[in-house]
């Protein structure tokens, strides 16, 4: 349906009653096809934010864990370090969501910052490290320049994984440059 609407040279860029136009409503719903049909059509516009949260598709695509729209989104130019209302690129969001497919996809984007702090003082690799993805803190140790970004609360990345409802199980070891850091991964069983 959208190819044939694009065919006949329909408005990829008008907006509904929520100022969201149709290729934020394909992401947002999950939409995989749509979404990828309306980006490949080359009119919808991959930068354009939304009102309610200041995102731009991408962080939808990253936070819903859609790895084929991310994909296409930055192949057609979204910008990677975008920060929504709250200071979060699409590389925080997919940690927060867990998707770590999505993650590695942005990490491995040459101009990605992984280093970018949101509105409470965190960075990814403090959200991939809360929610326990050893590989995705592997990776972000590998390319980031910061190690040590306390957030406002204090808490740095170490006490992320250790405050994890008391879930203590394993204690992994991932060396990175001159730093050591000890990753402790959840136990699910254990609960």
């Not at 957030?151 to 204690?171: E, I, P």
């Amino acid at each position: 349906m959208v190819r044939e609407l694009l065919a006949v040279g329909a408005d990829t860029n008008v907006s509904d009653l929520n100022a969201d136009t149709p290729l934020f409503v394909a992401v947002k719903e999950r939409h995989t096809a749509a979404a990828t049909e309306l980006i490949a059509g080359g009119q919808a516009d991959v930068r354009r934010r939304d009102v309610a949260r200041a995102r731009q598709p991408l962080h939808y695509a990253a936070e819903l864990g859609l790895v084929d729209v991310a994909g296409a989104l930055l192949d057609a130019g979204s910008d990677v370090n975008a920060v929504d209302g709250d200071g979060r690129t699409a590389l925080m969001l997919a940690t927060i969501g867990e998707h770590e497919a999505v993650a590695e996809m942005l990490i491995a984007k040459e101009r990605c910052d992984v280093n970018v702090v949101d509105s409470t003082q965190r960075t990814c690799l403090f959200y991939a490290a809360q929610c326990g993805l050893v590989d995705t803190v592997r990776r972000l140790l590998q390319v980031s320049h910061e190690h040590t970004h306390l957030s406002a609360y204090s808490y740095g990345y170490f006490h992320s994984v250790s405050l994890q409802c008391g879930r203590l199980a394993m204690l992994t070891t991932v060396t990175c440059e001159k730093y050591v850091v000890r990753l402790f991964q959840l136990d699910e069983s254990r609960t």
